[in-house]
């Protein structure tokens, strides 16, 4: 059936694949054919699988006695059923309802639409009768109430007009101080008016009086209307899942109410009971945004991209990281094994930041050996520079995981051995701070003061020590001569305690004989020389070693404070670095500008022996798992000294190319790795190889190179003697 103003469609499915549409246009009556839309399960009715003349077609998995989805979701967000056009002037749309199941299973879309019955009142306000839970806050206006506007050329004949008085709002209230003459209130207030003049300009003023000021009764009042604003109302949609109540519901749980100590300055740890606690609510993490802004600057971000750093630089030092954690050992029984002495590069630590910065000092983390710290600083006394800390580990040799900028140039650093993840930090200024490099930023822990720290000089040396079970404090020395023992307290400051200031020594002294300057001209500019290097006894906790710029080292203690107990001069030189011996606790070896390393016994006032380099020597270490193998850095030149060999010329030397003057050298835990450092802010990282197999017992073996080197002196062999048996003894 087929109407002009009402039109109706029926569709079946069990019909073929296609149906006549008509439809009445300019008076004529057209068909056309119409697709059938339907579902992916019912199109499968059409089709039958037959193998080998058996029907094997599977039943439909579809139980019509359960309802399905589609006939659940009525919401238009849920429906995903698609909308299918007819060409003609009207279009038609399926109805919303669904019509049951007939007994064959036939489905049935019917759609009536009658536009003269369709009728929309706009006027009608949607909000009549809404109960709101708060009265004090006026509901927003509906977004489905749309008014109504009239056409242009048509107005209303009447508008009826409603006048209501509003509430009356005071801005701001005086009260009447004026009454009406002959009334009771008038009366008084001439009274008070005639005793005002009579104190005033009258007899009654002749009285002791005192100014004071105070303030009026009268009040200036202003009403809540007028001071507070009406609220912006605006119509806002909000969309939560049930994964955001999750994470919201959490961070609330995670909200603790912490307790601190009192952050008063305590010299002495009190009793627990005597500090106050502070009550205050954990601050809950910062949810994290959604631009790439906002994500980059999180640690979880930073984090994530330093393990995935570290994963990318495995794959292409893979080879020097396996070498570089001894998983290729050498053969001992390899019948071409040669003893040369090789030194393999592994990598460099540089980055583009860095370089051309001196690296001042370098220090390696006691509990977690693959991660070291590099201070880059100045070198040459006019360098201008800033300071740089770097944070590196050997799982990433490409880029530093932290990077700390100052305005300071940082001239030594050093690790806690009680906090890992505290380093304290040296500054040309004088300043010490502790940072903690679990903080991408900078986050200092403790920092000195100018009160407590009156060094303005460059720190060169600083250490951590714990003194016969004390807390761990720090120890620096400086250019003027101080060495100073510093604190950490609750309030992040460090309280500096004077312990020492090393003095100019006069007169002939034990150890390197020197030429006596001619004293007509000998004119010493400061009686305090700078202290270049400090090393702590191997034996006693309380003594510690250091090396001045004019060639001494001063023996001194905790306990002796402004005096040392031994000096000796070592080098006609600075002394530039020093160090015990891992298999010989009495055995010192150090280092000077006078391009000579020398060797002490404790207890010996002469040099055991001195090994020649090709310039100023800066650094020397010796081998952990080879007592007789040692390595120099001086000028531009590594030289690998093995003493049981030959101590005239080193046993091999390597020259790093260009203008380079190499400052730091130290030997890895394992023994199989060397660190080099130079002033173009590189670290090498080399794994010495072919190097002779470790003598089962090597204090022996040492003492008899010793014993050797002292064949020409039997004087000291007799003191040599004399001085083990009294070790022995006292040991027993």
């Known amino acids: 059936m087929v109407e002009a103003d009402n039109i109706s469609v029926v569709l079946s499915n069990t019909s073929p694949k296609k149906y006549l549409s008509a439809y009445e246009l300019n008076g004529s009556i057209h068909t056309k054919s119409v697709k059938d839309i339907t579902s992916t399960l019912d199109k499968r009715q059409f089709y039958k699988v037959v193998v080998n003349g058996l029907d094997v077609t599977p039943n439909n998995i579809v139980d019509p006695e359960y309802v399905t989805l589609n006939d659940l979701t009525t919401h238009a967000a849920f429906d995903s059923r698609s909308r299918y056009k007819i060409e003609g002037p009207f279009k038609f749309s399926r109805s919303r309802s669904r019509a049951g199941l007939d007994s064959t299973g036939t489905k049935f879309y ?13 006027s009608q306000n949607t909000e009549e009768g809404l109960q709101t839970g708060d009265d004090k806050v006026s509901p927003a206006p509906s977004a489905f109430n749309l008014p109504k506007f009239p056409s242009i050329t048509s107005y209303p004949p009447e508008i009826c007009i409603t006048l209501k008085e509003t509430e009356t709002v005071f801005l701001i209230s005086l009260p009447c101080l004026s009454y009406e003459k002959g009334s009771l209130e008038g009366n008084l207030t001439e009274e008070d008016n005639a005793f005002y003049d009579y104190i005033t300009i009258g007899k009654g003023k002749n009285k002791k009086v005192v100014h004071e000021e105070t303030q009026t009764q009268i009040k200036m009042v202003q009403s809540r209307h007028v001071l507070a604003t009406r609220p912006q109302k605006k119509n806002a949609i909000s969309f939560a899942s049930v994964w955001d109540m999750h994470d ?40 994290l945004g959604k631009t790439f802004e906002e994500i980059a600057a999180t640690s979880q971000y930073l984090d994530a991209v330093l393990l995935m750093e570290r994963v990318l630089a495995s794959l292409k030092f893979a080879a020097e990281q396996k070498k570089f954690r001894g998983l290729f050992q050498m053969d001992p029984l390899a019948l071409d094994l040669i003893y040369i002495y090789k030194m393999v ?60 900028r100052f305005k300071d140039p940082v ?24 940072l903690d490099i679990t903080s991408y930023s900078i986050k200092i822990k403790a920092k000195s003061k100018r009160d407590t720290n009156p060094c303005h000089d460059p720190i060169w040396v600083i250490s951590w020590q714990s003194v016969e079970g004390d807390s761990e404090f720090v120890m620096t020395t400086s250019q003027d001569g101080r060495i100073r023992k510093f604190r950490k307290t609750k309030t992040h400051d460090f309280i500096s305690t004077p312990l020492m200031r090393v003095c100019t020594v006069e007169g002939k002294l034990k150890g390197l004989e020197t030429t006596r300057p001619c004293p007509k001209h000998d004119v010493p500019i400061t009686r305090y020389p700078a202290v270049l290097c400090m090393v702590w006894h191997s034996t006693i906790d309380h003594c ?10 001063h023996r001194c203690s905790m306990h002796y404070l402004n ?40 207890g010996m006032d002469d040099v055991i022996m001195t090994l020649i380099c090709p310039g100023a020597v800066n650094g020397i270490t010796f081998c952990p798992i080879n007592s007789t193998i040692l390595i120099s850095a001086s000028a531009n030149t590594v030289s690998v000294w093995d003493l049981r060999r030959k101590t005239h010329k080193p046993c091999a030397e390597y020259s790093f190319p260009g203008d380079v003057t190499l400052t730091y050298i130290r030997f890895a835990p394992c023994g199989h790795n060397v660190f080099v450092g130079d002033t173009l802010g590189r670290l090498h990282t080399f794994h010495l190889e072919d190097t002779p197999i470790p003598p089962f017992n090597q204090k022996k073996l040492l003492d008899d190179v010793i014993r050797k080197a002292l064949c020409t002196r039997p004087h000291m062999l007799k ?9 022995k003894r006292k040991c027993s």
């Not at 003191?719 to 070790?727: E, M, N």
């Open 110 to 122: 019917a759609t009536t639409i009658n536009l003269d019955d369709i009728e929309i009142d706009v």
């Open 248 to 287: 919201t519901y959490a961070q609330i749980n995670e909200t603790v109410v912490i307790e601190d100590d009192d952050e008063m300055v305590m010299y002495d740890t009190p009793a627990s009971y005597m500090l106050r606690k502070k009550r205050k609510k954990a601050e809950l993490e910062k949810r």
């Open 345 to 404: 590069k592994l990598w460099t630590y540089e980055y583009e930041e860095t370089l051309n910065t001196p690296i001042s000092c370098i220090s390696y983390n006691p509990k977690y050996p693959s991660i070291c710290a590099i201070s880059h600083g100045k070198y040459g006394y006019a360098d201008v520079c800033r300071g740089i800390v770097c944070i590196w580990s050997s799982k990433n040799p490409s880029k530093p995981e932290r990077l700390y």
């Open 411 to 434: 001239t030594c650093v050093s690790f806690s051995k009680k906090h890992p993840n505290w380093l304290a930090c040296g500054f040309c200024n004088g300043d010490v701070i502790i």
């Open 544 to 553: 510690y070693l250091v090396g001045t710029d004019e060639g001494c080292i």
């Open 563 to 602: 005096q040392h107990m031994d000096v000796y001069r070592a080098h006609a030189g600075p002394v530039t670095d020093m160090c015990y011996s891992p298999f010989m606790d009495y055995l010192l070896a150090s280092c000077g500008a006078d391009n000579a390393i020398r060797m002490w016994i404790e």
């Open 719 to 727: 003191q040599l003697d004399k001085l083990l048996k009294f070790k």
